[in-house]
């Protein structure tokens, strides 16, 4: 059997409830003013047509070695963990702000309010710790979340240019426009 493996660091677009659905409701409860850490940590988002696009392209790879000798390490598909990006680095809680913006609840540079980050997760594990004492529900902001929101997560892509001729056709910024556009839209129909 031929494998391959795509790995993604974070997709958004539509039909995302998880990432970008969070963080839109974030920004329309005007919470986006609160930025955790110094802000200067880079993201990989990926959009989840480029990723579709990466799969159909993976899949054409596949089935043309299938029943050929195996090729060297690097240089076909099979066997291969590939990461997926759509080659645009962009710090988190820009990326954040610009969320606020598309869901017209903008956030002005003067207003953000920091807090650093030893705080918020030092919060974080007691408040899951006093959560799971009471038997309540997990806190919506967990630990897990707030440090997924301080790190730096990048993806090197250049493995899926070279073996699937991969190239991202959905911009970061058209990709978010026509994730927050839908999120909006399924709100208003609910």
Request: include cysteine; charge should be neutral.
């Given at each position: 059997?031929?494998?391959v493996?795509?790995?993604?660091?974070?997709a958004?677009?539509?039909n995302?409830?998880?990432?970008?659905?969070?963080?839109?409701?974030?920004?329309?409860?005007?919470?986006?003013?609160?930025?955790i850490?110094?802000?200067?940590?880079?993201?990989?988002?990926?959009?989840?047509?480029?990723?579709?696009?990466?799969?159909?392209?993976?899949?054409?790879a596949l089935?043309n070695?299938?029943?050929?000798?195996?090729?060297?390490?690097?240089?076909?598909?099979?066997?291969?963990?590939?990461?997926?990006?759509?080659?645009?680095?962009?710090?988190?809680?820009?990326?954040?702000?610009?969320?606020?913006?598309?869901?017209g609840?903008?956030v002005?540079?003067?207003?953000i309010?920091?807090?650093?980050?030893?705080f918020?997760?030092?919060?974080?594990?007691?408040?899951?710790?006093?959560?799971?004492?009471?038997?309540s529900?997990?806190?919506?902001?967990?630990?897990?979340?707030?440090?997924?929101?301080?790190?730096?997560?990048?993806?090197?892509?250049e493995?899926?240019?070279?073996?699937?001729?991969?190239?991202?056709?959905?911009?970061?910024?058209?990709g978010?426009?026509r994730?927050?556009k839908?999120?909006?839209?399924?709100?208003?129909?609910?």
């Amino acid at each position: 059997m031929l494998t391959v493996s795509l790995c993604v660091w974070t997709a958004i677009g539509e039909n995302d409830p998880i990432c970008l659905g969070k963080m839109i409701t974030r920004a329309r409860e005007g919470k986006m003013l609160y930025q955790i850490g110094d802000g200067k940590n880079i993201y990989d988002f990926t959009h989840v047509g480029n990723l579709a696009n990466a799969h159909v392209l993976a899949a054409r790879a596949l089935a043309n070695a299938y029943g050929k000798p195996p090729l060297p390490a690097g240089v076909g598909v099979h066997g291969e963990n590939i990461n997926m990006t759509n080659d645009e680095q962009v710090l988190f809680w820009e990326f954040s702000e610009r969320v606020a913006e598309l869901v017209g609840n903008p956030v002005e540079q003067n207003e953000i309010i920091v807090i650093p980050k030893w705080f918020t997760l030092a919060s974080a594990w007691c408040s899951e710790w006093v959560f799971w004492l009471q038997g309540s529900q997990q806190p919506i902001m967990t630990l897990e979340v707030l440090e997924l929101s301080v790190i730096h997560r990048t993806l090197n892509g250049e493995k899926a240019k070279r073996l699937l001729g991969y190239r991202p056709s959905v911009s970061l910024n058209e990709g978010l426009q026509r994730g927050v556009k839908w999120y909006v839209n399924q709100k208003k129909s609910e």
